[in-house]
């Protein structure tokens, strides 16, 4: 697994690629969603002065509800809109890998620098898996990451959680 996570980080095309075919790794991403988001948590709890347990709970939840969220968006654009390639499935599964870099949040103030790798990583993730331009793969990536910042943020003002504590991304 920690081979996967690096080439994940390092944007290996071929890697992604190789996770949309492979059914089996999907308990792996699910994995690096829940224990990246929970080191984000955690970053993130500290730079604010949070309660890190609380920190820590809040970013594994809004990390896996983003993950589901993120990746439907992404298969309904992507496939339905733009003509990829990919099943629900595939997306999830490389989406979740693309979160790997979220990890370096848990140094406090690093969050926003794992949160761009991660977008640069969902955007290999998804140009692989729906086998389409780097330009289609932005635009959907872009457009489901929108709607789960948009979610994200209306869940923080509904539930009234500290923004950065409870969402490290």
Same mark, same amino acid.
């Given at each position: !697994?920690?081979?996967?996570?690096?080439?994940? /980080?390092?944007?290996?095309?071929?890697?992604?690629?190789?996770?949309?075919?492979? @059914?089996?790794? !999907?308990?792996?991403?699910?994995?690096?969603?829940?224990? /990246?988001?929970?080191?984000?948590g955690?970053? *993130?709890?500290?730079?604010?002065?949070?309660?890190?347990?609380?920190?820590?709970? @809040?970013?594994?939840?809004?990390?896996?509800?983003?993950?589901?969220v993120?990746? $439907?968006?992404?298969?309904?654009i992507?496939?339905?809109?733009?003509?990829?390639? *990919?099943?629900?499935?595939?997306?999830?599964?490389?989406?979740?890998?693309?979160?790997?870099?979220? *990890?370096?949040?848990?140094?406090?103030?690093? $969050?926003?620098?794992?949160a /761009?790798?991660?977008?640069?990583?969902?955007?290999?993730?998804?140009?692989?898996?729906?086998?389409?331009?780097?330009?289609?793969?932005?635009?959907? !990536?872009?457009?489901?990451?929108?709607?789960?910042?948009?979610?994200?943020?209306?869940?923080?003002?509904?539930?009234?959680?500290?923004?950065?504590? /409870?969402?490290?991304?």
């Amino acid at each position: !697994m920690i081979s996967n996570v690096k080439r994940a /980080a390092l944007l290996d095309a071929n890697f992604y690629s190789e996770v949309a075919r492979d @059914a089996g790794v !999907m308990k792996q991403a699910a994995l690096v969603v829940v224990l /990246a988001n929970l080191l984000g948590g955690v970053g *993130a709890a500290i730079a604010t002065e949070s309660n890190v347990v609380v920190g820590a709970a @809040a970013g594994v939840v809004t990390g896996v509800v983003g993950w589901f969220v993120w990746s $439907g968006v992404a298969y309904l654009i992507g496939v339905r809109v733009l003509g990829g390639d *990919a099943n629900y499935s595939e997306i999830r599964r490389v989406i979740g890998f693309a979160y790997a870099p979220l *990890a370096i949040g848990v140094v406090p103030w690093l $969050g926003f620098i794992g949160a /761009a790798w991660t977008v640069f990583a969902a955007v290999v993730a998804i140009r692989e898996s729906m086998e389409f331009s780097t330009r289609r793969s932005i635009a959907t !990536m872009g457009l489901g990451w929108a709607v789960w910042l948009g979610l994200s943020v209306l869940l923080n003002v509904i539930v009234g959680w500290d923004f950065l504590t /409870a969402w490290p991304m």
